[in-house]
């Protein structure tokens, strides 16, 4: 029998499975006994078990208009509950400095005045928002959801790449992958206490809820607001809807009068208190942005202005995950909490500087440029896989427009062993953990999206470049004493076996046997 | 000294080619209040009523947003104030061009230093910027250079352009109204590394007046610049800024302060109508 | 309920609902022109076409194939076969969150199966297809059934389907009024009804055209007549409209249904069968009528609205 991992060999990035060849890490000692006497065959089958329920489920996001299954990886990706809390408290960390960035940036400029950040950063961001300026949200949050891009450097360390603060998304994938999981590596499931991600939802409503408008009372109206069906994350916008137990509306549901909005029912209009908006900004609300957009709710920003409607995440968010100000967040987590950052940054350079111009020009091979402005991995150039022409080309951009890029160092991600064809092969990943901010708590959700790059040395892994996903376990902690075990369910005292459900007038099986012995012998 | 009162009358609106089944709009209609200017009294009014919602945006200026479901076929709106103005002050500023170069000084007006659309110029208004900076020892001199060069070569022809006209074409044709000679001006100060910004407000066209005597006024536009303080000019008229001006709004170029923009659901707009009415009251 | 999807939950209904009664039809139809020799190809298609709604002006004499490539087959027109159930399952994409996942998922499996069913009808011949699709349609009935709350959302689909249902049985029954009475047989139309071994029970192996005709019109228990399906439309309106009017019937939707069906209940069989064409056609006017008073009443305005921007110096 075909050894799965036959050939496996150690990539050039931190390999999450294997510190050695053929010697697995700790955390993934039983998902690897559970893989090595599988043979390929056996793998194979569960793989297009996987397959073919996230196609009827329509589990799906559409690439150049087309929609197809967003690949999940047989193979999990495992997080030791030390390295989680690291990243948990990362994360919380960085969106409370954003938080504080972004209340400061729409109001009094503070670290604008301080010189911490440039002002040219914030007013040359494409996604500075004047017109969000003045809008204060009831519970002060503005960042509701956030999605924290991180990868694994070669010596393992959890480093952020990008944040996501205006409408992240994954977070679906991730629930899903749980669920499909669990049927199809069942075993695995069983011996190892992985860290349930089912919660996301009602903590999402929670804090939505909590970020309601002083006069929506005890049970705040709460929507998701699509683009529609032909978004390609419109398959998440419908599970959160379904699973928040909340309407999933489009633009022209709802109507927006005098600064009141609310949706078109059956009924007549119902007020709404609080929208989860899963649109750009941009095409919110064409009385203050594009005019030509159909998706949005004219009004809908005076509406929250006056505090009678909360937007989630706020608008105007996109100046706190600009790719420039990302450099500054390790300053604004020291200015705004006074706290050295628990996550490091990619090592980056900021090309306004004439001088770091002319020395990332110099050595364009061996790094990756970004658009500030960006998402989806759109536009990126990884010098050294690029072709001299592409790198001649964004030397020409970069010279013409610096404000509009970064370059980093090269970080080769690390690994997890992927099936690609009939074997386990080592794949570049990187994680999206999420965030949910209620006002008064950040939730971290354990686990996290784990994108793959499926090509091989691959090193960009958007599902829009043609990425998979991975599902995320983070394992629970070993119970300390600050920590009691939950109790175990007590039993019904005296339980006694309920009797057997009520049988039919069915034919009794001397019925049968009389029945079967009329008409005589057949030949 | 002596101020004066002035009352303003700004009726505004558009006329549809039919019913109009809903409306959202902004005006920028209402005097600010601040040490050159003292608002007694400002309201704004729309036809077909509607509840109005002010705020102040991100410039500080003042906006009435409003509504209109009722089916219309012309939307009015009628902002009314009594404004005290002041003459103008000493015209002194201190900057020199080392003081504007500090790059404290750059960061902090960082955002009225960036050209905009309306307000980007050409190579030939460039150079003209670089030739008015040479030539003047102070950038208040300069400032007020560029406003005297705008003010002889561009002449005020009403109605030869749109609010969609840029600095460059305007300066072309030679011709505009004050929205562009002021983003010219505007343009050129910005070119020179000066700090610069669009004023958006009334003017009563009459110097010296007569008290209670109602005149044809209208929206006018001019411009301020940083040297070590602010100064404003007007660059339509050549004159500086006194009694006669009311400020509405500031920021760098008409988008940021439009009297009155939105949008509506409904037939194409056929027309639209402005007219201001001043009275010196004191 | 969202005015958006109590419209699409509609939809839902009608186009599952004409997928199946259009296969049945077709399928009844089809096998009747292959199965008698007598039957002229060309008329019958046009006539069946015609009643459909989709009269075509071709001059080419028309085959059984293009019937089915018309009505079974074509992806582009929501009152095809495989149109409809492409529709339904466009609804309900935009109101996923509100019909249970059991239903989606058949809705998205019967569509992603339709590739197959094409060629299904290349190997198997029409009728393992229709039969494929009056099972899958089987399916979500009966998922609907033990998976819907009976809340609003469940009332605007089982309206859909019994509007559908009517106006399908109306044209059906067209096909056998047009045709001179002769063609297709009664004994085809009921069977494409699935009410052949019903009506033998009923009316006890006497087949007669005014007891075929009576009973798909007018049983009362057998859920595929016209009169079931109009009193099932309108316990559905009644428990849709909000609370009880002082006087009379609350919505328009309401009184035309219910004009209809009393028209059918406390008219004599003999009368009705004596203008069947008329009463036909009524009860056509009567689903098309009710289609845009429910439309009124509950879908409003649930377009987009295309915003023109406008500004003054």
């Known amino acids: 029998m075909a050894d799965l991992f036959e050939n496996y060999r150690l990539g050039p990035g931190w390999d999450e499975m294997f510190a050695t060849a053929g010697m697995p890490r700790e955390t993934y000692e039983s998902l690897h006994a559970t893989l090595q006497p599988l043979s390929s065959a056996d793998l194979g089958v569960r793989a297009d078990v996987l397959a073919r329920a996230f196609l009827d489920q329509g589990i799906t996001f559409a690439l150049k208009g087309i929609e197809r299954p967003f690949p999940l990886d047989i193979v999990p990706r495992i997080i030791a509950a030390a390295e989680w809390s690291v990243v948990e408290t990362g994360v919380a960390q960085r969106i409370r400095a954003l938080e504080a960035f972004l209340s400061d940036v729409y109001g009094a400029g503070e670290v604008l005045a301080a010189g911490v950040v440039p002002r040219s950063v914030v007013v040359t961001s494409a996604h500075f928002h004047r017109e969000a300026a003045g809008i204060v949200p009831h519970n002060g949050v503005r960042v509701h959801v956030a999605g924290v891009d991180l990868v694994r450097d070669e010596a393992g360390v959890f480093r952020v790449l990008e944040d996501n603060v205006r409408v992240p998304s994954g977070v679906s994938y991730v629930i899903e992958n749980r669920r499909a999981m669990s049927h199809v590596l069942p075993e695995v499931f069983a011996s190892t206490r992985i860290r349930p991600v089912e919660s996301y939802p009602s903590q999402l409503l929670g804090a939505l809820r909590a970020a309601a408008p002083a006069g929506a009372g005890d049970e705040p109206t709460v929507v998701v607001l699509t683009p529609g069906v032909h978004n390609s994350a419109y398959f998440e916008h419908a599970l959160l809807a379904r699973e928040m137990g909340v309407e999933l509306v489009e633009g022209r549901d709802l109507i927006c009068a005098g600064n009141q909005v609310a949706m078109r029912t059956t009924a007549g209009e119902q007020r709404v208190d609080v929208i989860y908006r899963r649109i750009d900004d941009e095409f919110l609300d064409p009385v203050q942005f594009r005019t030509d957009s159909i998706l949005g709710v004219a009004g809908l920003l005076n509406a929250a202005r006056a505090g009678q409607v909360t937007i989630a995440n706020a608008v105007g968010n996109g100046v706190a995950d600009d790719k420039l100000l990302y450099t500054y967040v390790p300053d604004l987590i020291r200015f705004y909490l006074g706290e050295d950052p628990v996550l490091p940054n990619v090592e980056t350079y900021r090309l306004a500087d004439p001088d770091v111009l002319a020395h990332v020009l110099d050595r364009l091979d061996t790094l990756v440029l970004k658009p500030v402005d960006g998402s989806g991995g759109a536009g990126i150039v990884i010098g050294s896989q690029a072709t001299d022409a592409e790198l001649a080309e964004v030397r020409a951009r970069l010279s013409r427009d610096p404000r509009g890029w970064i370059a980093q160092r090269e970080v080769k991600l690390s690994m997890v062993p992927t099936l690609i064809g009939n074997r386990l092969r080592p794949r570049h990943v990187d994680l999206r953990p999420f965030a949910v901010n209620d006002g008064t708590r950040i939730s971290v959700l354990p686990g996290g999206l784990t994108r793959v790059a499926l090509p091989e040395g691959a090193l960009v892994v958007n599902s829009s470049q043609g990425g998979g996903s991975k599902d995320t376990w983070v394992l629970a902690a070993p119970l300390g004493p600050a920590e009691p075990a939950p109790e175990p369910r007590p039993a019904a005292p005296h339980a006694s076996p309920a009797p057997r459900p009520d049988p039919g007038p069915g034919a009794t099986s001397s019925q049968q046997q009389q029945q079967q012995q009329q008409g005589g012998a057949s030949c | ?282 | 309920m969202l005015s958006r999807i109590a419209e699409s939950l509609y939809w839902i209904g009608r186009y599952v609902e004409r997928a199946e009664d259009t296969a049945r039809i077709l399928d009844v139809h089809l096998h009747q022109m292959l199965a008698d020799p007598w039957v002229a190809e060309d008329a019958a298609c046009r006539s069946l076409l015609s009643v459909m709604g989709a009269p075509t002006s071709d001059d080419m004499p028309l085959s059984a194939g293009r019937v089915v490539t018309l009505l079974g087959l074509d992806s582009g027109n929501p009152s095809s076969v495989i149109g409809a159930l492409a529709a339904a399952r466009e609804n309900a994409r935009g109101a996923r969150e509100t019909v249970s996942s059991e239903m989606w998922e058949c809705l998205n499996a019967t569509w992603l199966g339709l590739p197959d069913a094409r060629a299904r009808v290349e190997q198997q011949g029409v009728h393992a297809f229709f039969g494929w699709v009056r099972e899958r349609c089987a399916v979500l009935a009966g998922l609907a059934d033990a998976t819907m709350s009976r809340d609003e959302g469940w009332l605007f689909l089982v309206l859909g389907r019994s509007v559908e249902r009517v106006d399908m049985s109306a044209r059906l029954l067209s096909t056998h009024a047009r045709a001179g009475g002769s063609i297709p047989s009664w004994l085809t139309l009921l069977r494409s009804c699935g009410a052949w071994e019903t009506f033998l029970r009923t009316y006890r192996g006497s087949l007669d055209d005014r007891h075929a005709a009576e009973f798909l019109l007018l049983d009362r228990l057998f859920p595929r007549s016209v009169f079931a399906a109009l009193s099932t439309a309108e316990s559905c309106l009644a428990e849709l409209a909000p609370g009880p009017g002082r006087a009379g019937v609350a919505t328009d939707a309401q009184r035309i249904v219910g004009r209809s069906r009393t028209n059918l209940e406390f008219r004599g069989a003999d009368e009705l069968l004596d203008d069947l064409a008329g009463v036909l056609a009524g009860l056509e006017r009567t689903c098309s009528q009710v289609n845009d008073a429910v439309s009124r009443r509950y879908f409003r305005a649930t377009s987009a609205v295309m915003w023109v921007s406008e500004a003054v110096a």
């Open chain 2, 1 to 282: 000294m002596n101020s004066w009162r002035l009352e303003i009358q700004h009726e505004t609106g558009f006329s549809y080619d039919g019913r109009v089944g809903a409306s959202y709009n902004e005006a920028r209609m209402t005097p600010r209040d601040e040490p050159h200017q003292a608002v007694l009294d400002a309201r704004v009014a729309v036809w077909p009523a509607a509840s109005t919602y002010r705020y102040a945006d991100y410039w500080g200026t003042v906006v009435t947003a409003f509504d209109v479901h009722t089916p219309h076929e012309r939307l009015a709106v009628t902002a009314s104030a009594t404004v005290e103005t002041l003459p103008p002050g000493d015209l002194l500023a201190p900057a020199t061009w080392a003081d504007l170069a500090l790059s404290d000084t750059v960061d902090r007006w960082h955002e009225l230093l960036l050209p905009t659309p309306r307000t980007a110029l050409d190579e030939e208004l460039t150079a003209l910027a670089e030739e008015l900076r040479g030539a003047h020892r102070t950038p208040h001199a300069a400032a007020l250079a560029a406003c005297e060069r705008v003010h002889t070569e561009v002449a005020y022809v009403a109605g030869s352009t749109g609010v969609q006209t840029d600095a460059v074409q305007a300066w072309r044709q030679r011709s505009g109204v004050c929205q562009d000679l002021s983003h010219l001006t505007v343009g050129l100060l910005r070119a020179m590394g000066v700090p610069a910004r669009y004023v958006s407000g009334y003017l009563h066209p009459t110097p010296d007046a007569p008290v209670g005597e109602t005149v044809v006024g209208q929206s006018h536009a001019w411009v301020e610049w940083w040297a070590g303080r602010w100064s404003g000019f007007d660059p339509t008229n050549g004159v500086a800024i006194g009694e006669r001006h009311v400020i509405v709004g500031r920021g760098r170029e008409y988008g940021d302060v439009p009297p009155l923009k939105g949008v509506y659901a409904g037939p194409p707009n056929t027309g639209q109508a402005v007219e201001v009415k001043i009275t010196r009251r004191r």
